[in-house]
């Protein structure tokens, strides 16, 4: 997993609630054996809309999703969270999530935010007015810039997931740093043990 300090970037206003893990990536794309290719099944069913916001040239290139309420729930499928990252996405900005879309972001490296649904539709509107507008996801300082809006908001992070982001530590990274513990661990257990 690699560090994230700052994110900045343009954001994609998805104004839909209670999108569920299946509306993120359909159980269609879970067969594949390898954990790549997934960008082309973000919101699939959804994509064959015309005015389907991934389909608006405005928004090419963001980095940054910003969602309605209720984000990611359904299944614990980390495919999800595979989709949006290899689509282009390092963050997603929404009101709530549900638990374990939440964990499985902070496991791979996507920066969950939580903020107010009157400052998520305040981003919207800002998104919308002008498609470049600028957003700065702050993971030291636990705040969303949005200048062209006057928003600088603070977001909720356990300080060990925080951790997790500023060091680029995934499990084994968070394991491996006990590497010492674990040997003295192992090396005075009874012999009879080892």
């Known amino acids: ?19 569920d893990t299946d ?19 973000l919101f699939s069913a959804w994509r064959d809309e015309q005015d389907f916001v991934l389909n608006d040239e405005r ?12 984000f990611g729930v359904g299944s614990s499928r980390e495919h999800a969270v595979w989709a949006i990252q290899q689509y282009g996405f390092d963050a997603v900005i929404a009101p709530s999530y549900s ?3 939440f964990n499985n972001c902070t496991k791979n490296g996507l920066v969950p935010v939580t903020l107010p649904e009157t400052t998520v539709e305040a981003i919207w509107a800002a998104i919308e007015a002008d498609p470049q507008t600028s957003i700065v996801v702050d993971v030291e300082r636990l705040a969303v810039e949005v200048p062209a809006a006057g928003i600088d908001a603070g977001f909720p992070m356990p300080s060990d997931v925080q951790h997790r982001f500023l060091n680029g ?4 990274g968070i394991t491996l740093g006990k590497a010492a513990a674990i040997d003295s661990y192992e090396a005075n ?3 009879y043990l080892r």
Not at 4 to 9: A, D, E, N, R, S
Not at 23 to 41: D, N, S, Y
């Open 189 to 191: 257990r009874p012999a």
């Open 59 to 70: 928004y090419a290139g963001a980095n940054i999703l910003v969602a309605g309420p209720a």
């Open 23 to 41: 509306q993120i990536i359909p159980a269609v794309w879970l067969k594949q054996v390898e954990r790549t290719g997934f960008e082309k099944g």
């Open 1 to 19: 997993m690699k560090e994230v300090h700052v994110i900045t970037g343009t954001g994609v206003p998805l104004k839909r609630s209670d999108v």
């Open 169 to 172: 530590l995934d499990d084994i």
């Open 99 to 101: 638990d374990i879309f």
